[in-house]
């Protein structure tokens, strides 16, 4: 059996393979509503195959954008775009799961296919909105980028409430999976890592005082949501930077996931600076965030996600068949390939008369692959047709 394409259940979703679109931001929206492109990005996903789509980090607030093409479910007429999304997404038999956000110190940048750096006066002039971010600390992210304003009391209180308020409208939208981001040096990651969180309240210090926000929205999220609906969490297993969050805190706080009801943990690493630097020493190389997944499986006993420089069927299978993670997560090589379900699927010899592609193309692709066999021509894949459809 191959164990990529073995269905997998959390709580009361079913997904039909361990295929996972990784969340990725386009950072299109207008005004944090979605528009035509997500559609359409979205639905190919979902026509190419994978079990499980993510729609791109959500933000929870107006000020919690990270840039000012960020979606968002601030609001409740922002709802019905992503209830579009869901649909054209299920339509195609995959399920859909969304990833909600706070930028923190992160917030207020330019888009990433645009520089991915601090708005610059000249963006400012040609419309984008600046504002101050907020965070753990009054630590700049990086040169160049603004100091945050601390959260108070009150302020966390609010971020949290944002987040529920966030995740609740998700579930109205029609998504099967929710999951909060807590990597890559955004807000709840920040108040993890060492590296951004310098408080002497009861939200800083020790590990279990930088856990705490983070796990105050984690429970108060899990509460809102119906049983049945799986809650992920994105974490960065490690900064890759001496004196910041380690495997090992990613162990502790993964038990803790658990313990609250988390269930599965999406193993991403860095992200997160340490003020004044500009560069993380990140390990890279073909699943080169793997070992992580597979330590937190093992060590926490919970499901994971693998992620990173994962590109080929083969390998994506090993990593299922070594036990070292449960999904798969994909993000470049979907953008490259949406349809790499599917020609996973025909790798593995799965789809011999492409009975996994939309019945609309099923027919057609299964009597060309006879044509092009009847003319000697080989396309990869399509030889592997059957009799049948000649
Ligand atoms: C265009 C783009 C946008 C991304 N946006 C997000 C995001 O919204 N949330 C997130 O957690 N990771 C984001 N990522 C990271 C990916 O989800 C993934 O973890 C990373 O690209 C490594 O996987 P890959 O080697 O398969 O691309 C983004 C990556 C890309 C390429």
């Known amino acids: 059996m191959v164990k990529l394409f073995e269905s997998i259940a959390f709580r009361g979703v079913e997904l039909g393979n361990r295929i996972v679109v990784s969340p990725m931001g386009m950072y299109s929206a207008d005004n944090g509503y979605v528009t035509p492109f997500h559609l359409v990005h979205y639905g190919k996903f979902a026509m190419g195959g994978a079990g499980l789509v993510f729609v791109e980090q959500t933000s929870v607030s107006r000020k919690g954008r990270i840039t000012n093409g960020d979606p968002g479910l601030w609001e409740d007429g922002q709802i019905d775009g992503m209830r579009q999304i869901v649909h054209v997404i299920k339509s195609q038999g995959s399920k859909a799961a969304i990833q909600i956000n706070h930028g923190g110190r992160k917030s207020s940048q330019q888009r990433a296919f645009r520089g991915n750096s601090h708005l610059t006066d000249r963006d400012i002039e040609m419309g984008e909105e600046t504002w101050v971010p907020t965070g753990p600390s009054d630590v700049a992210f990086s040169d160049g980028f603004q100091t945050p304003i601390p959260l108070s009391k009150d302020g966390l209180t609010g971020v949290r409430d944002a987040f529920v308020a966030t995740a609740r409208r998700a579930v109205l939208a029609g998504f099967d999976v929710i ?8 807000l709840l990651q ?10 002497t309240d009861e939200y800083g210090g020790s590990l279990e005082n930088r856990m705490r926000f983070p796990l105050e929205v984690t429970r108060a999220v899990r509460a809102a949501l119906p049983s049945a609906t799986p809650l992920f969490v994105r974490i960065s297993a490690t900064d890759w930077i001496d004196g910041g969050w380690e495997i090992e805190d990613s162990i502790v706080f993964s ?30 190389g073909p699943g080169y965030q793997v070992p992580f997944a597979e330590r937190i499986r093992h060590e926490a006993a919970i499901a994971t996600g693998a992620v990173g420089m994962i590109r080929t069927p083969d390998f994506a ?10 999904l798969i997560f994909m993000a470049r090589q979907m953008l490259f390939d949406p349809f790499w379900a599917l020609h996973a699927a025909e790798h593995f010899g799965l789809t011999g008369n492409f009975e996994k592609w939309p019945e609309q193309y099923a027919w057609w692709l299964a009597k060309w692959g006879g044509a092009l066999r009847a003319n000697g021509e080989s396309l990869d894949g399509l030889e592997r047709y059957r009799e049948a459809a000649e």
Not at 179 to 186: D, F, N, S, T, V
Not at 190 to 199: E, G, T, V, W, Y
Not at 317 to 326: N, S, V
Request: with cysteine; aromatic share 6%.
């Open 255 to 284: 038990r803790k996931l658990k313990e609250l009801g988390v269930d599965l943990v999406d193993c991403s690493t860095g992200g997160n600076l340490r003020a004044g630097s500009t560069n993380a020493n990140l390990g890279r």
């Open 179 to 186: 999951e909060l981001h807590m990597a890559h040096g955004y």
């Open 190 to 199: 920040s108040f993890l890592s060492p590296l951004a969180n310098f408080r």
């Open 317 to 326: 299978e090993k990593i299922l068949q070594d036990g070292r993670a449960d």
